[in-house]
């Protein structure tokens, strides 16, 4: 492995299969630090060599200046599980450098305002308050007129629901609300683990085979387990209080003329782009979150052709676009809170290519 060798520095195995009956069972991961090189980090290389699969990645160490490199050595029957494990890791790990941007940006603005002070109490604001948004037959039905059903109406659906549910690992399963809308086609997942809630419109119960429903019950599911509704919650708290800051931080840069200080025009500057460069962050969040759940449904239904044809349906039936952006208008993919269909189908297939 190019990365690990000829570095000089110590690297580690782990046999995570002492006990393999046989070759075809053993499973080794090679670690070392490595000088940070040029590339991006991520998967460097794949390749299958008989009935072993060798996968190589690079990722930031926490030093500076310095990679860790790692080599997986498996068979080729774990590639599925490997290769949703990995880009579930990466997308994590995007999600963290998000967030920590968001909240350094957000220390930016209150330092500027009021030095560590400042700082400090800005970081306060961005704090999320306790959800006090109950997920109940009544608060549901006023927020997105859905009501509350019962197992007994629809069977089927709960069952697929939880066995869905169970593959997950959820600790109860969420209510189920239907929106009364016959010619939409949307599905919605609120909460976490502990309590949540799914709505569906009739629209989408009608205008979906069995197994295209139950991929997208998988990928409603996967925004629950990945606790993506306090992710986004707390983005958006952050995105508010960068906004106020940044409001306060003008005005207090400003003279008594109306006009900013002439030496505090970079400073200035950098307040009144914060709320877009934090809403542009709360945006990208929400893509990774997408693709992660994307990510998590494949490996609750086995079955990643059922997810593609209802993404197709669902981005035919809002009448958006199944191919790529014209290069003149990529700059479009930032400005959207879910990845574009391309994409999502594009890594689907991807990883369909695993199995």
């Known amino acids: 492995m190019s990365h690990l060798g000829g570095l000089g520095a110590r690297v580690w195995h782990i046999n995570l299969s002492d006990h393999a009956r046989d070759r075809r069972e053993r499973q080794v991961i090679s670690l070392a630090l490595a000088p940070s090189g040029q590339e991006p980090p991520g998967i460097s290389s794949v390749s299958v060599a008989g009935d072993m699969v060798t996968v190589e990645m690079r990722v930031p160490s926490g030093h500076l200046g310095l990679d860790l490199c790692c080599r997986i ?40 305002l009021g030095g560590d002070e400042g700082a400090l109490w800005a970081l306060r604001g961005g704090t999320p308050m306790p959800d006090a948004t109950a997920i109940t037959p009544e608060a549901m039905r006023q927020r997105f007129g859905a009501r509350l059903v019962l197992p ?37 997942a609120l909460g976490g683990p502990s309590i949540s809630a799914i709505t569906v419109t009739e629209g989408l119960l009608q205008g979906l085979t069995v197994g ?27 995105h508010r209080a960068t906004a106020l800051t940044s409001l306060l931080g003008l005005l207090c840069l400003r003279g008594r003329d109306g006009r900013s200080v002439g030496t505090d025009a970079p400073l200035a500057t950098l307040l009144n782009g914060a709320p877009a460069i934090g809403r542009l962050l709360h945006l990208a969040l929400s893509r990774i979150r ?7 449904a494949m490996e609750l239904v086995d079955d990643p ?30 400005l959207r809170s879910h990845p574009a269909t391309w994409e999502r189908v594009r890594t689907l297939l991807a990883l369909a290519g695993a199995h």
């Open 152 to 188: 007994g109406e629809m069977p089927a659906l709960f069952e697929m629901l939880e066995v869905i549910c169970r593959r997950a690992g959820l600790p109860r399963m969420p209510a189920l609300y239907l929106i009364p809308e016959p010619r939409g086609m949307n599905a919605y």
């Open 290 to 296: 997408e693709f992660d759940a994307d990510a998590t």
């Open 73 to 112: 050595h498996a068979p080729v029957g774990n590639l599925p599980r490997l290769h949703h494990r990995i880009l579930r890791d990466v997308n994590h790990r995007r999600s963290g450098l998000v967030i920590g941007a968001m909240i350094l940006l957000l220390a930016l603005c209150g330092w500027i």
């Open 212 to 238: 295209e429903l139950r991929a997208i019950l998988a990928h409603e599911v996967g925004h629950i387990r990945n606790n993506d509704g306090w992710a986004l919650t707390l983005a958006e708290t952050l």
């Open 305 to 334: 052709q059922a997810l593609v044809d209802a993404l197709h349906k669902l981005e035919r039936h809002h009448g958006g676009d199944l191919a790529p952006l014209p290069s003149d208008q990529m700059l479009l993919r930032w």
